[in-house]
């Protein structure tokens, strides 16, 4: 079996792929997400982890890259990771009553074959109501500043979900349903 190599530097992601049991080294891309801003949330998803992949595999050889791009989608706006703390609190009060999509875009790459699939997915998050106090204190924790739509929910953010529509994975970050699916493309099977 080819190495595995994660495009990403996200500690959700690696936790994921090791309660898989997958083993892998960590290689970050460094690409500029910004060029990609025109595209609607499902296109640009898919294009940023296309991109983020074949950015790792110009450094690798033999290998099959795994590459994820999450955005969350409130009111046809995309909310990535805010820029401050202001900027995260100023997302949740956006997200706070309401809902909002989560959509992870993944891609998987052989640095051997040239082979790539990409996939999106797409999950419909429930937020309750959340007074001011709760979402500076939230905020202060820290846990939102490098999630995009500002809250983990997997963490102390999940208090605030009243229920999702879809993958929970995908909104951590990594729809492990699709990438079981296509990692069989590439002869490797989870189980």
């Not at 051997?112 to 999950?123: A, F, P």
């Not at 204190?137 to 939102?144: A, K, L, N, S």
């Not at 983990?152 to 208090?159: F, V």
Request: charged share 30%; glycine share 8%.
């Amino acid at each position: 079996m080819p190495e595995l190599i994660l495009a990403s530097a996200s500690p959700r992601r690696e936790e994921l792929l090791k309660k898989l049991g997958l083993k892998f080294t960590i290689v970050p891309s460094k690409i500029n997400e910004n060029k990609y801003n025109d595209l609607t949330p499902g296109k640009l998803v898919k294009e940023l982890a296309r991109a983020k992949a074949e950015d790792v595999a110009q450094l690798v050889e033999d290998t099959v890259i795994i590459a994820a791009d999450t955005v969350v989608v409130c009111n046809d706006r995309i909310l990535g990771k805010p820029e401050d703390k202001d900027d995260a609190r100023q997302m949740l009060r956006l997200l706070q009553g309401t809902k909002h999509e989560v959509i992870t875009g993944l891609a998987v790459l052989s640095t051997r074959t040239g082979k790539s699939v990409v996939d999106n997915d797409l999950t419909e998050v429930y937020m309750r109501k959340m007074d001011n106090d709760e979402i500076i204190d939230y905020v202060d924790t820290g846990e939102p500043l490098d999630k995009a739509g500002s809250y983990g929910i997997q963490g102390l953010g999940g208090i605030f979900v009243e229920k999702i529509i879809g993958s929970y994975f995908t909104v951590m970050g990594l729809p492990i349903h699709k990438l079981a699916i296509m990692l069989k493309q590439f002869s490797i099977k989870i189980l």
